[in-house]
């Protein structure tokens, strides 16, 4: 049984073994010795027979390791973090789209160390969230944004792309993969999605103190784990130069007892609610967005794979400006038609008001994103007519 | 093989297959921390990890589980600077005097208890509380029956007991 004096003392340990020294940077010596010399050799030589085993450096820096001894000079190239590298691979553009449309050239597929590769990919989604998450298919959806906004995929989970990426994110977006899911690697996957781009290294250490590192990838970072990261467990991100950015817990979601548990499904939306939407309006809007982006990338020449998600350009054209015009478009697109939904009458009913939504007050049942009545400001009449005399011959 | 467990004592073997490589780099922090703890001091805790990896280094190939031989390594190699030399021992009675700068705060009070008991008692205490080992890999790492463990332990928790009321 755990006494008071037990935890006291585990806890002042803990707290001690922080002033405990640091390894020597990137370990210490440049040659690899042969393991099967017989032949006895000076302590310095097998020093650096030993750590070379831990790094294959060239460089110029010089450290030392030992006061009051050897003082053993070695040498070590561009700063590392301690630990094992866990090292990600940059696999060229999405092989697959996460559940809506997207363009190849603008994803990445990112090679893991014992994992099926990660595909990242950007994709845009009207902000529309079930009113009751137990009743997602029957509705009512609540319509929360003006306009569909970009969202990451990783790892088949999606998160609103950050506003900006300049600066350490102490909230990091998280994915995972587990091994049951992806089917192939014995252990699951801790993702985080949103590395910010200022971020050079970043470790992992786990609640047993032992520590992965890796460069990320497209904002990517992905550490193998058993189930979830423990209390204890930190990532900590550093710059080229091993400056400390930032250090947080490697899974907020940790209970006090330790024990983790799964984050909510839905995080709160700081979006200013607009207007319920009936399940018909929630999907119509949804094809929209799909819809007028899946017709502007074809118009610039992506072809599409046969789920419709996937995009390629092929060299079509400059990927980058084609998505980035798409999405503006799309976002007009979007936008016209949800300051139309938040003018018109409560398009649902609140349950829980009833009496004062009378039947006059019902959305139209014909309602449809394609026949609806919109008004348009200046900018995105301009934008939807460049939008339409943009498309093939016949498109429209 | 490339197999890399997070939270595992398992021998980590890196993508350019060297074992010895990849058990270093994973442990070598967690060795540090524990060498601090017996000794509170740097010096001696870099010479006493240095030299449990340099020995392992020679043989590792014939190591079935690297990380009790390496606690074992460090226990002893702590013990021994202490019989051999009056700088050690005196640094090893005098850790709660002279470490006070390192132990402030609200535990401080339980690091300076800790740093206080007899070499093996305080050994017996990291090695529980700190590293989490049952009384069987304590024995196995102070190379003692896992009897004498509990009885150091029981001496041990009831000085810190008093100590610290």
């Not at chain 1, 995929?153 to 994915?175: E, Y």
């Not at chain 1, 950015?245 to 899974?251: F, I, K, N, R």
Request: aromatic share 6%; with cysteine.
């Amino acid at each position: 049984m755990t006494t008071d004096l037990d935890d006291l003392i585990t806890t002042a340990l803990r707290h001690d073994a922080q002033h405990a020294p640091t390894p020597p940077p990137g370990g210490f010596a440049p040659s690899q010795p042969s393991r099967n010399e017989n032949v006895a050799r000076p302590r310095l030589a097998r020093l650096l027979g030993a750590a070379a085993a831990v790094v294959a450096a060239v460089g110029v820096a010089a450290v030392t390791w030992g006061t009051g001894r050897s003082n053993l000079a070695v040498v070590q190239e561009a700063w590392t973090p301690v630990g094992v590298e866990y090292p990600l691979r940059d696999l060229g553009p999405a092989t697959t789209s996460s559940v809506r449309v997207t363009l190849a050239e603008v994803g990445h597929t990112i090679g893991v160390e014992g994992h099926p590769n990660l595909v990242v990919t950007e994709e845009l989604w009207p902000i529309t969230l079930p009113v009751d998450p137990d009743r997602q298919v029957s509705g009512p959806w609540e319509l929360i944004g003006t306009t569909s906004t970009r969202h990451r995929c990783v790892g088949g989970f999606c998160h609103p792309r950050p506003s900006s990426d300049d600066t350490a994110d102490d909230t990091p977006d998280l994915a995972w993969t587990s091994s049951v899911d992806n089917g192939a690697a014995d252990f699951n996957l801790w993702i985080w999605a949103n590395v910010p781009d200022t971020v050079a290294f970043v470790s992992f250490t786990d609640h047993h103190d032992n520590v992965l590192w890796q460069r990320p990838i497209e904002h990517v970072a992905a550490f193998p784990v058993d189930g979830h990261p423990r209390a204890g467990a930190i990532v900590t991100t550093y710059d080229n130069d091993g400056r400390t950015l930032s250090t947080m817990d490697a899974w907020p979601y940790n209970e006090p007892d330790g024990e983790p548990s799964e984050p909510s499904e839905l995080p709160p939306s700081e979006l200013p609610p607009s207007v319920r939407l009936d399940v018909d309006q929630a999907r119509s809007l949804n094809e929209l967005n799909d819809r007028v982006l899946t017709e502007c990338l074809t118009a610039a020449g992506a072809e599409f794979d046969e789920t419709g998600g996937l995009g390629v350009l092929n060299g079509a054209g400059d990927a980058d400006i084609i998505w980035e015009t798409c999405v503006h478009t799309t976002q007009l697109s979007v936008e016209a038609v949800a300051e139309y939904l938040a003018s018109s009458p409560t398009a649902y009913p609140d349950p829980d008001d009833v009496q004062s939504t009378g039947p006059s007050e019902q959305p139209d049942p014909e309602f449809s994103c394609n026949g609806c009545d919109i008004t348009l400001s200046a900018e995105q009449a301009a934008a939807l007519d460049d939008y339409l005399t943009s498309l093939p011959d016949g498109a429209t | 093989m490339h197999r890399v467990r997070a939270g595992s004592g398992d021998v980590v073997v890196t993508a350019n297959g060297d074992a010895f490589a990849g058990f270093y780099a994973g442990e070598v922090a967690a060795a540090l921390r524990l060498a601090w703890l017996l000794t509170h001091d740097h010096d001696v805790s870099r010479d006493v990890v240095q030299d449990a990896f340099t020995a392992m280094f020679e043989r590792f190939d014939q190591i079935d589980r690297p990380l009790p031989y390496l606690r074992r390594s460090i226990v002893n190699g702590v013990r021994q600077r202490a019989r051999t030399g009056e700088r050690e021992v005196a640094r090893m009675r005098t850790v709660a005097v002279t470490s006070l700068a390192s132990v402030a705060g609200p535990t401080g009070g339980v690091i300076d208890a800790v740093g206080s008991l007899p070499p093996r008692q305080r050994t017996v205490v990291v090695l529980r509380y700190w590293a989490q080992l049952n009384d069987t890999e304590i024995a196995d790492a102070m190379s003692c029956p896992a009897g004498t463990v509990r009885s150091l332990a029981s001496r041990a928790i009831s000085r810190l007991r008093n100590e610290l009321a």
